[in-house]
């Protein structure tokens, strides 16, 4: 498990410095002046053009350069907006909070609903349920979701009134904004109305939630029904009803852990298809995230930012990757061993 960890741990930071040298050559790529591109200071006279001048060693080499960049990237330093003028870093963090807050509750709510609904469709083979479960996953699937977004505005906020249209928080709840992430960030502040604002905070967060989750829902409800079938079909399974112990029994305590394993295995894959739908989520529910923030960026020309977004978007990607590889190879020690020879 550790040579298995640390070839995961090196792939990953090998791609991050990929992704370093890709966002390092866009200042260069991109119109203007490469220096105000990364810090977005565009008076070239000024003491702080100097300053960030001098911290990234614009006098010397391109590979001095570069470390420059670099090092200002671990210590935070991503300069600042081209259009607000605040720090790219501490802006990027709220919006990261929003956006993972959007991310792991679609997630958990297509793993919750699509994993049992895999395996009831498995053990109704065929039958009229599992017809109408995959049916309608298949339905759910092929919607685009910036249509099916707006479908849901239009149904649940429109016409019904069960949701507002769009943002975090009604405006009113004068909630002070420290980790991005809205349900956190009541529970944590003084706010008089915290549970009013709570209950206003949910209000608002269910109907992007769905609209994320739809998508990552069917295909792991689909892949839990395969892996099912698959399972059902082995010989231990049929050797387990041959000494009499109950079809509940073997679905718990047989069928059902064997079946999670190529499941675990799609989450990583899943969660990176989310991450793109999540930013037409993000834009439509006008969520202050990542994903709107980026495309805000790429709007407004602001180059400092869309550096920041890219390089947030793509290191979460690849972390949550990593990290469910790890977990799956740890929970499942073949694989590892098919995969590596490991013994």
């Known amino acids: 498990m550790i040579r298995y960890t640390l070839r995961r741990?090196?792939?990953?930071?090998?791609?991050?410095?990929?992704?370093?040298?890709?966002?390092?050559?866009l200042n260069f790529s991109f119109p203007g002046d490469p220096l105000t591109n990364m810090t977005g200071?565009?008076?070239?006279?000024?003491?702080?053009?100097?300053?960030?001048a001098e911290q990234r060693q614009f006098g010397g080499t391109?590979?001095?350069?570069?470390?420059?960049?670099?090092?200002?990237?671990?210590?935070?330093?991503?300069?600042?907006?081209?259009?607000?003028?605040?720090?790219?870093?501490?802006?990027?963090?709220?919006?990261l909070g929003a956006s993972l807050e959007l991310s792991l509750l679609a997630m958990l709510v297509a793993f919750v609903f699509g994993?049992?609904?895999?395996?009831?469709?498995?053990?109704q083979q065929r039958g009229f349920l599992d017809r109408v479960i995959m049916g309608s996953g298949l339905s759910a699937y092929s919607i685009p979701v910036f249509w099916l977004a707006q479908l849901c505005i239009l149904l649940f906020a429109v016409k019904l009134g069960w949701a507002p249209i769009s943002s975090q928080i009604n405006p009113l709840y004068d909630v002070p904004t420290t980790t991005g992430a809205i349900l956190i960030d009541i529970s944590i502040s003084d706010y008089e109305y915290k549970q009013a604002a709570?209950?206003?905070?949910?209000?608002?967060?269910?109907?992007?939630?769905?609209v994320l989750a739809i998508m990552p829902l069917t295909m792991l409800m689909r892949i839990t029904r395969n892996a099912m079938l698959d399972v059902l079909s082995h010989n231990y399974i049929r050797a387990a009803r041959a000494r009499g112990l109950s079809e509940t029994r073997i679905l718990l305590?047989?069928?059902?852990?064997?079946?999670?394993?190529?499941?675990?295995?799609?989450?990583?894959l899943q969660f990176s298809m989310l991450m793109s739908n999540l930013i037409v989520t993000e834009v439509i529910f006008n969520w202050p995230g990542v994903g709107s923030w980026l495309v805000k960026a790429i709007y407004e020309r602001d180059y400092p930012v869309l550096q920041a977004g890219l390089l947030m978007f793509a290191t979460l990607i690849l972390f949550v990757n990593v990290a469910v590889e790890l977990f799956h190879?740890?929970?499942?020690?073949?694989?590892?061993?098919?995969?590596?020879?490991?013994?």
């Open 9 to 25: 741990v090196v792939l990953f930071l090998f791609t991050l410095w990929l992704l370093t040298l890709f966002l390092f050559a």
């Open 41 to 52: 200071i565009a008076d070239n006279t000024s003491e702080a053009y100097r300053l960030a």
């Open 62 to 95: 391109l590979i001095e350069q570069y470390l420059g960049f670099i090092q200002q990237l671990i210590q935070g330093n991503w300069g600042q907006s081209l259009v607000t003028e605040r720090p790219v870093f501490e802006d990027g963090l709220t919006a």
């Open 115 to 123: 994993a049992p609904l895999g395996i009831y469709a498995a053990i």
């Open 198 to 210: 709570l209950r206003d905070a949910l209000n608002h967060l269910w109907l992007p939630v769905a």
């Open 253 to 268: 305590r047989h069928s059902i852990p064997n079946s999670m394993q190529p499941v675990v295995r799609q989450l990583g």
């Open 329 to 343: 190879a740890w929970r499942y020690p073949q694989v590892r061993k098919e995969l590596y020879a490991e013994h």
